[in-house]
């Protein structure tokens, strides 16, 4: 176990000298000999330039290639990031997993970052969308998910992720996240249930089609919004972006009106998909302010009862949610990673809100974060009975359950690095067993090659 720690903790190492030992102006962007704009209509797209194979190989036996694209091709760059880039790769005695690291640790940067400016403010007035007099204020970076010219919420924040502590440090970095947060901070409030979304206006970049046949409600506009599924995980990793933000650097400099006001839609939201399928009162049916139904033949990618999805029970403190971070639809609508995620980000935030004086939305926030905490003990706790008392995947109130777990974050497995649980917890031990072998998980695959949790997209 020790051994297969040791890459990691040299990498961990490494990273932290390099923060102790810099200092901002190490990090200050060098005026370029050329204009960028000039050279970036020759660069290759990279999906294809990334199927070949480029020099430098690495000198380890694996011979692993060089696939960063070239400097002036690369969408965004950091001094700061190529600084832990040398210092990390200089400490590793493996040099193909150095190689890996080099390949993937700036491939945000690199290949995603399509648009990104400093501010301070964009009027945007456009004919082409929905918007009317909305503003982007302020810092905005537009993050695509890779291979599609779209942002999505969740990704776009993992993507981020392991350039957060680095923001305090770096300005050119500080900026960049800055803006993500003001991005998001408008596609929240222009459309909460969506997931995936297209250019800003301002940016001027051509907006993409996903090519389905989707009703929804409520309606959104296509030249703002590519996919339009609820999944309660993107409103949380919009919190956790601001949240990781404010941890790294202590600035509040994203507690904006307009993000005070995503923040409000978000919390109506909550408000509204924690309604239950049938009235407590008269048990008549009363339909979700969120439907989704796509033209296909495959059930995960729509939800059934005419968009409806499977009836949830009342008085759970649960928080529905139509799709997983799979994008597959959920089969009972209360996904107990994406609440756990939720509670964990609503708490973090109510503690910035406090100590910046909001006191009564911080004491909002933290309520309901434990109404849903206190949900997932109640609701999502079950007796298996070979595992004992285990965490399900999807709950209905009605004692119903789904006993399986998901690749993506969040999920059953990660409930600790999200930190609603301690990895020591007897549950959450259990359900890790259950989730790690084939008889408890329907997606925990094996093959000559590989074994661990995999997906629906897997199979």
């Not at 956790?240 to 650097?249: D, E, G, I, V, Y």
């Not at 968009?307 to 403190?317: A, F, R, S």
Request: charged share 20%; net charge negative.
């Amino acid at each position: 176990m020790l051994h297969a720690l040791t890459p990691i903790l040299s990498l961990g190492l490494a990273l932290w000298t390099s923060l102790i030992n810099a200092s901002p102006s190490d990090f200050e962007q060098e005026t370029p000999l050329f204009d960028p704009d000039d050279y970036s209509r020759a660069c290759p797209d990279y999906a294809k330039y990334v199927q070949f194979k480029h020099e430098p190989l690495s000198t380890g036996p694996m011979k692993l290639p060089f696939q960063r694209p070239s400097q002036i091709c690369r969408t965004f760059s950091s001094p700061l990031v190529e600084k832990v880039i040398q210092e990390v790769t200089e400490a590793m005695v493996d040099k193909d997993l150095a190689r890996v690291f080099e390949n993937a640790f700036p491939n945000t940067l690199d290949t995603t970052i399509r648009w990104h400016i400093d501010g301070p403010t964009v009027d945007v007035k456009s004919k082409e969308t929905a918007l009317g007099k909305a503003k982007w204020t302020g810092a905005q970076s537009f993050v695509v998910t890779g291979d599609i010219n779209a942002e999505w919420l969740r990704d776009s924040t993992n993507q981020l992720l392991q350039y957060q502590p680095l923001a305090k440090k770096d300005l050119g970095i500080f900026n960049l996240i800055l803006g993500a947060i003001n991005t998001q901070t408008e596609y929240v409030i222009e459309s909460p249930y969506c997931n995936a979304f297209q250019p800003p206006p301002a940016s001027h970049l051509a907006a993409s089609a996903n090519g389905q046949k989707d009703q929804v409600h409520p309606n959104y506009e296509p030249s703002f919004v590519f996919e339009c599924k609820y999944e309660l995980d993107s409103l949380a990793h919009f919190l956790s972006l601001a949240n990781s933000f404010h941890n790294n650097t202590g600035s509040l400099e994203f507690l904006t009106p307009r993000w005070l006001k995503a923040l409000g839609t978000v919390m109506t939201v909550i408000d509204q998909q924690s309604q239950s399928t049938f009235n407590s009162e008269t048990g008549k049916f009363e339909k979700n302010v969120y439907t989704f139904s796509r033209q296909t033949d495959q059930g995960t990618e729509t939800l059934p009862l005419n968009g409806v999805g499977n009836p949830l029970n009342y008085g759970t403190g649960l928080i529905r949610s139509a799709f997983r971070p799979s994008d597959d639809a959920t089969i009972l609508g209360f996904l107990i990673p994406a609440n756990a995620q939720m509670a964990v980000e609503l708490k973090r935030t109510a503690k910035i809100l406090m100590a910046a004086k909001y006191t009564e939305l911080a004491h909002n926030l933290e309520k309901r974060a434990q109404t849903m905490m206190d949900g997932i003990w109640e609701h999502g706790v079950f007796n298996h009975k070979k595992y004992g008392q285990v965490f399900a995947y999807e709950v209905d109130g009605y004692g119903s359950q789904i006993l399986m777990d998901d690749a993506n974050v969040p999920s059953l497995l990660s409930l600790p690095l999200l930190g609603f649980v301690d990895a020591s917890n007897p549950i959450y031990q259990n359900t890790r067993k259950m989730l790690l072998e084939k008889s408890g998980n329907p997606y925990y695959l094996e093959g000559s090659e590989f074994h661990g949790i995999g997906g629906m997209l897997a199979l």
